[in-house]
């Protein structure tokens, strides 16, 4: 079927999986396993905010750097960076040294405060999450973007969030499980309501 790829194993994945081991190991442990908790969201927002422009590969292999670099993602922490932390990052060599990207991410830790007093960013994120949704039977059939990516962008620019376009909040959707794209055929297709709070 067209957008599979048979891998090492014998068994059947979305053809981007066997593009490389990194990939693989993204595809089989975390990509469109259901993501819940405040400080995981924001570190899943951040890193595909990050992405936008690059290969998903590159931020997968500095992943580790920007978690250190960010505190480990704890948005009450980012949310204090001041200008001292604003150069520490954009000399940092571990990361994408984009200054837009980073102050996106500084703002956005205050905008998940915030969000708080209207229910945290869990509920936000996944109130969002489709009622019905067909996988893709080929990579012909994947989206950049879905009419409920479009309503999660507009309601976190509304909260104050930067950085949320309605691709890069449908990537997140998929990322985050809040809709399964494996394609059908592919052996995570779906495979279940595993539920991660964090990034391995």
């Not at 571990?94 to 969000?115: D, F, P, T």
Request: with cysteine.
């Amino acid at each position: 079927m067209s957008g599979l790829v048979v891998g090492p194993d014998g068994l059947p994945r979305c053809a981007w999986a066997g593009s490389a081991p990194d990939y693989l190991t993204y595809h089989d442990t975390e990509w469109g396993v259901p993501v819940h908790g405040e400080q995981a969201l924001y570190e899943r927002l951040t890193l595909e905010a990050f992405q936008s422009g690059l290969s998903w590969i590159t931020i997968l292999r500095k992943r580790e750097s920007f978690r250190a670099a960010f505190a480990g993602f704890d948005p009450e922490v980012v949310a204090t960076f001041g200008d001292r932390d604003r150069e520490r990052l954009m000399a940092d060599v571990g990361i994408v040294r984009n200054r837009l990207k980073v102050e996106a991410a500084i703002r956005n830790a205050a905008a998940v405060l915030a969000l708080r007093e209207h229910g945290g960013l869990d509920a936000f994120v996944w109130s969002h999450a489709p009622a019905e949704h067909t996988p893709p039977r080929s990579a012909e059939d994947f989206r950049a973007t879905s009419p409920e990516s479009i309503a999660l962008a507009k309601g976190l620019k509304k909260a104050g969030f930067v950085f949320v376009g309605p691709t890069t909040m449908y990537a997140a959707m998929q990322a985050c499980g809040l809709v399964d794209d494996h394609v059908v055929g592919c052996h995570r297709s779906g495979a279940g309501p595993e539920v991660t709070r964090g990034l391995s």
